[in-house]
């Protein structure tokens, strides 16, 4: 073991920013995806190449439930992109409650979302409550990108009362919409995308009681899969049926992912193949633990068994996306953590994320495939608080013993590196002397 003591700059630091403005990309790789906003209900979609991740976007909430506790408050939706799965752009908004013209425009109420490409055309499929009547409707809104610029329909699709919309276009070009509302209907669509062609046919009465709200439907080998949350004892778990035909009979086969551990109530996701892997987009509320309608994007891979059915997903915080060690790695989003406990930063601005508390000699956690590069880091720097000082262990490849100075406040502590490191490693940081140590992140220079 290489044992180095610190001798080089020791910087005092405000906390750490995470708000990114848009247009800028917003680096995380881990869960959940996207900060310095809520993004809930996020439907993945690939589109030249890219992820294109379609959520809505919760605020706090600015309007009440009929029974008085604060509501879903739910404006106008954003668009995010992605190639790599950790650096995300946001394209800013592309529809308002205030630019429907069928719509209410202060009813807060533009819930799941959902978007295809035809015949080169984007269609943005959204749910709305109309003016002048109650209950919910579906708008489309096209664009000529991906990104927009969106252009909502005059008028909410007929015969659809009801939300959360999803679209299937089959291999021969027909498609059909899922939606929930008094059960989950399905219907063939029109050609021109924005029309049903026929009568909707309820597609829950197959299924166990339970169905909830937010249908997604894909099909995969020639199968179709309806998946759905489903509350089967207090919260939403995510469910699937499978069936020959899109608009079913379905079967119900079990669940993609069990309910959330901390009682966010919600649930809602989309499955996406990109380059080889599938992945199941879901929502938490990380950033909002006591109010669980302030949810934000999470992704983690899926795996189909040979006969075509899901196996099931456990939530991870690491989450999917490639992390560079010369980012700020965000050693709370870990892979497996033993003895330490993770905390938020900065309670009066959650935004600010997470650190990592190891109270005692032996508390430790790992961060998996941090990579590395081409070229090994000289240096090594942590932004650490530690009252009482402190010796942590890194591995990543080899093993080297850092001394951590005393101090009261966040310090970005630098270092040499006493070995050469390079592509991909599991880091593995341990604290060996000392009590009460606080890092926030890590990076390699
Ligand atoms: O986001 C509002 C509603 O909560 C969605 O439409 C449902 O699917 C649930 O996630």
Redesign the pocket.
């Known amino acids: 073991m290489k044992k180095l003591f610190l001798s080089t700059a020791v910087l005092a630091m405000a906390a750490c920013t995470a708000v990114q403005p848009e247009g800028d990309a917003i680096v995380t790789g881990t869960n959940p995806i996207i900060t310095g906003q809520f993004t ?2 996020p439907t993945a979609r690939v589109f030249e190449g890219k992820i294109y991740m379609y959520p ?1 976007h ?1 605020i706090p909430s600015v309007i009440t439930h009929h029974d008085g506790s604060a509501w ?1 408050s ?1 404006p106008d939706y954003h668009v995010f992109s992605s190639e790599d799965l950790t650096s995300w752009i946001d394209h800013g908004v592309i529809l308002r409650q205030e630019d429907v013209p069928w719509g209410k425009p202060d009813a807060y109420a533009m ?2 979302p959902d978007c295809v490409c035809k015949d080169g055309k984007y269609y943005f499929y959204f ?1 709305d409550a109309p003016a002048g009547r109650p209950g919910f409707g579906v708008g489309v809104a096209v664009a000529d990108r991906p990104e927009g610029p969106f252009t909502p329909q005059t008028e909410p699709i007929k015969g659809v009362f009801g ?2 919309p999803c679209v299937l276009i089959d291999d021969d070009g027909s498609s059909y919409i899922y939606w ?1 509302g008094m059960g989950l209907s399905g219907c063939r669509l029109n050609d021109n995308m924005v029309e049903l062609d026929g009568r909707p046919v309820r597609l829950d009465r197959s299924l166990p009681e339970g169905f ?3 249908p997604f439907a894909f099909k995969r080998d020639g199968k179709y899969y309806l998946t759905y ?1 489903w509350v089967r004892e207090n919260t ?1 778990t995510l469910a699937y049926a499978m069936s020959d035909s899109p608009l079913g009979p379905f079967e119900y086969k079990g669940l993609i992912m069990k309910e959330s551990p901390t009682g966010c109530w ?3 996701h989309s499955l996406v193949e990109y380059k080889g892997q599938w992945y199941l987009f879901y ?1 938490h509320n990380d950033y909002s633990p006591d109010f669980d ?1 302030n ?1 934000s994007a999470r992704i983690d891979k899926l795996y189909f068994n040979e006969d075509g059915t899901i196996r099931e997903v456990i939530p991870t915080l690491r989450g999917v996306g490639p992390v560079k060690a010369t980012s700020k790695v965000e050693i709370d989003r870990y892979s497996s953590i033993d003895g330490a406990r993770i905390e938020y930063v900065d309670t009066t601005d959650l935004f600010k994320g997470w650190k990592t508390i190891f109270t005692n000699s032996g508390d430790k956690v790992a961060f998996d495939e941090l990579d590395f590069g081409k070229k090994a880091p000289k240096s090594v720097v942590l932004c650490v608080k530690a009252p009482k000082g402190g010796e942590m262990a890194l591995t990543a490849g080899e093993t080297m013993t850092v001394t951590l100075p005393a101090a009261e406040e966040w310090k970005e502590v630098c270092m040499p590196m006493p070995f050469k490191v390079k592509r991909m490693h599991n880091l593995e940081m341990k604290l060996v002397e000392g009590t009460d140590v606080e890092i926030d992140w890590i990076t390699f220079r």
Request: proline share 9%; glycine share 4%.
């Open positions: 809930a209900d809505s919760d879903f739910m819930w799941a749910p939300i959360d929930s909830k709200e937010g949350p939403e919600t649930n809602h929502h309608k949810r």
